[in-house]
Nanobody, 120 residues
Framework: VQLQASGGGLAQAGGSLRLSCAAS????????MGWYRQAPGNKREWVAV???????NYADSVKSRFTISRDNAKNTVYLQMNSLKPEDTAVYYC???????????????WGQGTQVTVSS
């Protein structure tokens, strides 16, 4: 599975951005998919997950501001980011995920990610 994240850029605090992640593979609809991010000097952290059935879950830091969705016909998962904060500044990555020991973990090698920068 190859993953390509896009849609990042520069936004002002309070603004919005929409990220996209295009995935290869004919069985995309069976994948659980997740978004992660890594800020400078920090470890990569989980942001959101959407299961193959469409259930979603979010990190507390983005809950009620970010929305993950998917379009199986386009093999694409999205992350709508609203009410952006400077602390959302990071490189954002998508990955296929699996439920491991009670939490979702990444399955594939990391792609390049897409940079999101939020100015105050």
């Amino acid at each position: 599975v190859q993953l390509q994240a896009s849609g990042g850029g520069l936004a002002q605090a309070g603004g919005s951005l929409r990220l996209s992640c295009a995935a290869s593979g004919s069985t995309f609809r069976s994948y659980h998919m997740g978004w992660y991010r890594q800020a400078p000097g920090n470890k990569r952290e989980w942001v959101a997950v959407i299961t193959s059935g469409g259930s979603t879950n979010y990190a507390d830091s983005v809950k009620s501001r970010f929305t993950i969705s998917r379009d199986n016909a386009k093999n694409t998962v999205y992350l709508q980011m609203n009410s952006l904060k400077p602390e959302d500044t990071a490189v954002y990555y998508c990955n296929q995920v699996a439920l491991l020991s009670g939490s979702y973990g990444p399955l594939r090698s990391w792609g390049q990610g897409t940079q999101v920068t939020v100015s105050s």
